[in-house]
């Protein structure tokens, strides 16, 4: 092949290189993705893997080491094998014969760009191709947009948006899925000759069973800090698929948007965007390609995610919905004395006609239940200022339950079945609204734009999902659009979310969904945060956070310290270790801290001091996953790092206890090795008790290669430490 090649890097001056290249090198900080295109082909994928340099492609050619696969193959010609897309043309055609007319690369707000535009040799049916190198970061992220320029409708039967061919070897796929209460469990598998295939149909909560996530091994088991690892995560929070094929002696991941039972009617003149299926890749295994992807939703994909997060106490475990203004006041005069900076007032606390008391009425009757709260929101804002703390407050915008104000009014507004019962979800009377009409939005952005317009101290809104797509049908939408539902609702929030965050860019927004349903970066970009499960039991919190934090940074992942017995699970769980498991993520409790004893009240005050201290380090550091919970060794660990490790936040935990018990040494990857580390006991069970490694001045060597025998401090059941180290 002839080498012309680009090199898309952060260097302005490169983009005068020519426009016949044939050779695109794509480059991020530590990987480089190769693209090869010739005007009347097919753009091919070469490479993707640790940065090359310009002189590597002629090697890489002559090599043939790594993968080579059609980066967007279509049905229709030449046909067998897994396609990206397959359409039906107004005629019945279901053939698609895309050829390059033009590569263009550009650059955005964010990233550079390579575009690349195929047209059908017959039809008028246009795909560009995107990738794009997000700066600063080792994220490359792949969609296209279908474009239909003839003057009748054309189906998109399957309109993926990417189709990424990987070496086959020995390769392990790493996911996390679960269930409410069990959310983001890590499953890690040999992948076996046919199809593995990831995905959702649930409609609102994609993260619910499966997230739409993986990571894949180059060669052997997956491992924390070694081996080549591919991870991809796709922005989009609808149902999803992907798909990975080990046929043929290759290997491919198929991601996009599900296709089953949702056929598209494209338009005269439509553009269809599929989503970004974000991509990196790591020679430092998962651990890698985790803080790879923190960085990057950091920097891009989560919102404020450059700024740390208040100390918040959620009423919802506390007092469930027996909300009222002396309950709130109480509450929130208690968490401000313990040092908290938020509270946050969850579900109850509405309903005119039919008052909120248990959950099955007044979804869609976003008004104060003036019995529960005679002096409304503002008798509550006014008790937060009073307390010196900022004020939240519970949304669930999508829903209604069909003994509501809203349902009497619009019955039509909720998806439905016309000639069919209408199925009902949680209390046996919730309703999903229809989203894909654009009255309904308008109502739903209403919703927070009342509340946030009427009471402009409201400082956090957590919007909750609770009900998947039970009743499959739209009374908006005309027949031929009816297959587009799981797609158009989506599209459909998504406008609403923008509109919320033009008009109100800095109140936090916390994604709920049922717990953590919604754990995607399809909606992330527009919150802040996600609730990461309503099982808030720590020791079942270890293995939840852990697989969430495979993909998703800890300034998103709410972390809250809740009652012993833990309510979901009825496992005693002592303050302390609670605390230490909550600081890992965006610290908060849930709880009523009037039940709290004096001493407990003690230590929390001590432990939100503390958090305070190393909030920075969690929030904005780099993840190094030490001992995994899912080894089901006596202990778990992990630490974060600032970016120059100059301090660091160190956490273990014992998770079963046997007396004499052999404790592996916890090797403290994240230290720098060159420099020597001040330990700090961040929460000592007692104050001025600290545990015996606090003090101590150890050596980044040291604790890197030998590493903290953490065993001989941990040594009653569920015990644990956090730590800070401070470079000396
Ligand atoms: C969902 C959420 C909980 C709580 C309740 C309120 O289950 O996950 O945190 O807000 O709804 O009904």
């Not at 700024?307 to 509450?331: A, C, F, H, P, T």
């Amino acid at each position: 092949m002839k080498i012309k090649f680009l090199v898309l890097t952060f260097v302005a001056a490169l983009f005068a290189v020519s426009l016949q290249a044939e050779d695109y090198v794509l480059s991020t900080e530590n990987t480089s993705l190769v693209v090869s295109v010739t005007k009347g082909g097919k753009p091919v994928y070469q490479y993707y893997g640790p940065k090359i340099s310009d002189a590597d492609v002629n090697g890489l050619f002559a090599s043939r080491v790594n993968f080579s696969g059609d980066a967007y193959p279509a049905f229709g010609l030449n046909s067998s094998g897994e396609k990206a897309i397959a359409v039906e043309m107004p005629d019945g055609s279901m053939s698609l014969d895309l050829e390059t007319t033009a590569m263009e690369r550009t650059t955005d707000k964010n990233g550079q760009l390579l575009v690349i535009t195929m047209k059908d040799k017959v039809y008028p049916f246009v795909v560009k191709q995107y990738f794009k190198a997000y700066n600063q970061s080792d994220i490359i992220s792949t969609w296209t947009e279908i474009t239909n320029e003839g003057k009748k409708d054309v189906k998109l039967l399957q309109f993926s948006s990417a189709c990424v061919p990987l070496h086959r070897g020995n390769n392990y796929a790493s996911h996390v899925h679960g269930s409410w209460g069990c959310e983001s469990y890590l499953a890690e598998d040999p992948i076996a000759n046919g199809q593995t295939v990831l995905a959702d149909k649930e409609g609102l909560r994609n993260a619910w069973s499966n997230n739409p996530s993986v990571m894949i091994t180059m060669n052997g088991q997956p491992q924390e800090n070694e081996g080549e690892v591919f991870g991809c995560n796709l922005l989009w929070s609808g149902n999803y698929k992907i798909k990975i094929v080990a046929e043929n002696n290759s290997l491919q991941v198929i991601a996009g948007i599900n296709e089953e039972t949702s056929t598209y009617s494209l338009s005269a003149k439509e553009t269809f965007k599929t989503p970004e299926l974000a991509m990196a890749y790591s020679t430092e295994g998962k651990g890698g390609i985790s803080r790879a992807f923190h960085r990057w939703a950091r920097q891009y994909a989560l919102m404020h995610g450059d700024k740390v997060r208040d100390i918040l106490l959620n009423s919802w475990e506390g007092v469930y919905m027996n909300v009222n203004q002396d309950v709130m006041d109480q509450m929130m005069g208690d968490i401000a004395k313990l040092g908290g900076e938020l509270f946050v007032m969850d579900d109850g606390w509405f309903g005119d006609k039919y008052p909120r008391n248990d959950d099955h009425t007044s979804l869609g009757d976003w008004m104060v239940n003036k019995t529960k709260l005679p002096q409304g929101i503002d008798g509550l804002t006014a008790s937060a200022k009073k307390y010196g703390i900022k004020f939240g407050i519970w949304i669930e915008p999508e829903m209604a339950n069909t003994k509501s104000e809203l349902f009497d009014n619009h019955p039509e507004w909720i998806l439905q079945q016309k000639n069919r019962p209408i199925i009902q979800g949680r209390g046996g009377t919730q309703v999903v609204l229809d989203l894909t009409n654009p009255k309904v939005q308008d109502y739903v952005f209403s919703i927070t734009d009342k509340l946030l317009t009427q009471h402009p101290d409201i400082a956090y809104i957590k919007w909750d999902c609770n009900a998947p797509i039970m009743n499959y049908g739209s009374t908006y939408l005309p027949a031929s659009k009816q297959s587009e539902i799981y797609i158009r609702y989506h599209m459909g929030l998504r406008k609403v979310l923008e509109r919320i965050r033009a008009k109100y860019p800095n109140v936090v927004l916390q994604a709920c969904a049922s717990g953590g349903g919604r754990i995607n970066y399809g909606v992330l970009p527009y919150f802040d945060e996600f609730w990461t499960s309503d099982d808030t039991d720590a020791y079942q919190r270890l293995f939840i956070q852990w697989g969430d934090s495979q993909f998703y940074p800890a300034i998103g992942m709410a972390a809250h310290v809740s009652a012993s017995p833990n309510h979901q699970t009825g496992r005693q769980v002592p303050l302390k270790f609670r605390f230490d498991v909550a600081m890992t993520g965006r610290l908060g409790m849930e709880l009523q801290p009037k039940s709290m004893s004096d001493e407990e009240r003690e230590f929390a005050t001590r432990a939100i001091t503390s958090y305070k201290e190393i909030r920075p380090i969690v929030q904005l550091g780099d993840l190094y996953r030490l001992v995994s919970p899912y080894d089901h060794l006596p202990i778990s660990s992990l630490m974060y790092a600032t970016q120059d490790r100059s301090r660091a936040a160190f956490f273990a935990y014992r998770l079963d206890y046997l007396y004499n018990q052999q404790v592996p040494l916890v090797r403290l990857t994240g230290v720098d090795e060159n420099r020597n580390y001040l330990i700090k006991d961040l929460t000592p069970q007692q104050a001025g008790k600290p545990c015996a490694f606090d003090g101590k001045v150890v050596s980044g060597k040291i604790l890197k290669y030998v590493g903290l025998e953490v065993g001989s401090v941990l040594e009653r059941p569920m015990t644990s430490m956090a730590l800070e180290l401070i470079a000396q």
